[in-house]
């Protein structure tokens, strides 16, 4: 009676498979989804979401050497602003490769994101007193919302 290494005896095997459920069939394969070619408006959409998850990127990095180099009435308050603004830049970025493979999932996040830009870029330009700032970021979420809004970007997510 010579058992292999690692096999069980078969009482318990049988025992195994009455109180556990024996081993599943494999999966079936998954069906191939086809994959269209993203629609030029929507390349487009994906490149402006591109460079404002850049943009993004780069103020979470100058707020946080602000952060580290001055001395800030509230650190966590600091902090937590670098983190926000990090997230957003990272979601963005997240969302740019979405929009790049028309994914359904893509499009919702980044219609969010462009109104919170806007009504920064609004307040920024008008009544903080930052046009500099503000309008270059209005246009660029103009620009978005418009490509995205377009007939050919609205197709090419209504199956998803």
């Given at each position: 009676?010579?058992?292999?290494?690692?096999?069980?005896?078969?009482?318990?095997?049988?025992?195994?498979?009455?109180?556990l459920g024996g081993a599943?069939?494999?999966?079936?394969?998954?069906?191939?989804?086809?994959?269209?070619?993203a629609p030029v408006a929507?390349?487009?959409?994906?490149?402006?979401?591109?460079?404002?998850?850049?943009?993004?990127?780069?103020?979470?990095?100058?707020?946080?050497?602000?952060?580290?180099?001055?001395?800030?009435?509230?650190?966590?308050?600091?902090?937590?602003?670098?983190?926000?603004?990090?997230?957003?830049?990272?979601?963005?970025?997240?969302?740019?490769?979405?929009?790049?493979?028309?994914?359904?999932?893509?499009?919702?996040?980044?219609?969010?994101?462009?109104?919170?830009?806007?009504?920064?870029?609004?307040?920024?330009?008008?009544?903080?007193?930052?046009?500099?700032?503000?309008v270059p970021l209005l246009?660029?979420?103009?620009?978005?919302?418009?490509?995205?809004?377009?007939?050919?970007?609205?197709?090419?997510?209504?199956?998803?």
């Amino acid at each position: 009676m010579t058992e292999e290494a690692g096999a069980q005896p078969p009482r318990q095997r049988r025992l195994a498979e009455r109180l556990l459920g024996g081993a599943a069939e494999p999966a079936a394969p998954r069906p191939a989804r086809p994959r269209t070619e993203a629609p030029v408006a929507v390349r487009r959409a994906a490149l402006v979401v591109a460079v404002e998850a850049a943009a993004l990127g780069v103020v979470a990095l100058v707020l946080l050497y602000l952060t580290i180099t001055s001395t800030p009435d509230s650190m966590g308050r600091a902090l937590a602003e670098v983190v926000y603004v990090g997230f957003f830049a990272v979601l963005l970025a997240a969302a740019t490769v979405g929009l790049w493979r028309v994914s359904g999932w893509a499009r919702g996040p980044v219609i969010v994101l462009q109104v919170l830009l806007g009504l920064f870029g609004y307040f920024s330009a008008f009544e903080w007193g930052g046009p500099l700032v503000g309008v270059p970021l209005l246009v660029l979420v103009a620009l978005e919302l418009w490509l995205l809004a377009t007939p050919e970007a609205r197709l090419a997510f209504a199956d998803r």
